[in-house]
């Protein structure tokens, strides 16, 4: 049971490059999401999901797109990188109805520098 | 102002102190009460979580719930070397699709 797995762990960009970080879960999750980190901000959500094909937008969605075509999977798409997209990115999934008294696993992060 | 609110620290206490970690929150509607506590890069791993208002134990960790201040907080006792992480309060209302994080507290526990 590997849990939430996110690659890459590390990803430098240049502004204007694309990329997608990957997330997948084994664990038959319904609620998928996607938070970034950054010092003194603290988590802040960005998408989420509550079931394949079903995505919501988060609290800071502006320059991300994600898709949910499987249960297992909730990629994250960057379409044109900014420097202030510079952040720690972690996926976390919890089973359907559990936001509020079961774990949300998360996995380790994605660091994403962005020049 | 910011939905949650939290001391980032850092908060450095000698082995065996007991530890105080609060956040204070505005939104009424929040029901279920988390912590977090997140290792030097790592991601975030449950440790508690309280309904509405009220005290839980757990070994030496006990969380405080007070709706009526909109405050919570996280009392670790005995503290060990191992707990030096940053700690993360988490709030949601009920039936809600998104957790709402406090910035962090970073603690230091040291020999």
């Known amino acids: 049971n590997a849990g939430v797995t996110q690659t890459p762990k590390f990803q430098v960009l240049k502004t204007g490059q694309s990329m997608t970080l990957q997330c997948a879960q084994d664990m038959n999750h319904e609620y998928m999401s996607w938070y970034r980190q950054d010092p003194g901000m603290g988590l802040r959500l960005i998408h989420y999901s509550v079931g394949a094909g079903i995505t919501d937008q988060g609290e800071v969605p502006n320059g991300y797109n994600v898709s949910r075509s499987t249960t297992e999977d909730f990629p994250l798409r960057l379409l044109s990188a900014a420097p202030s997209q510079t952040s720690v990115y972690f996926c976390?999934?919890?089973?359907?109805?559990?936001?509020?008294?079961?774990?949300?696993?998360f996995g380790n992060g994605t660091r994403l520098t962005v020049t | 102002q910011k939905e949650v609110e939290q001391d980032p620290g850092p908060l450095s206490v000698p082995e065996g102190a007991i530890v105080s970690l609060n956040c204070t929150y505005s939104?009424?509607?929040?029901?279920?009460f988390m912590w977090y506590r997140q290792y030097s890069r790592k991601g975030p791993e449950l440790l508690m979580y309280?309904?509405?208002?009220g005290n839980k134990e757990d070994g030496r960790f006990t969380a405080q719930v007070d709706k009526s201040s909109k405050y919570i907080s996280l009392f670790i006792r005995d503290s060990q070397p191992s707990d030096s992480a940053t700690y993360l309060c988490a709030m949601t209302t009920g039936g809600g699709n998104k957790l709402t994080f406090g910035t962090g507290t970073q603690l230091k526990v040291e020999l």
């Open positions: 976390a999934s919890v089973e359907s109805g559990g936001l509020g008294n079961s774990p949300l696993h």
């Open positions: 309280t309904y509405s208002s």
């Open positions: 939104n009424s509607a929040f029901q279920y």
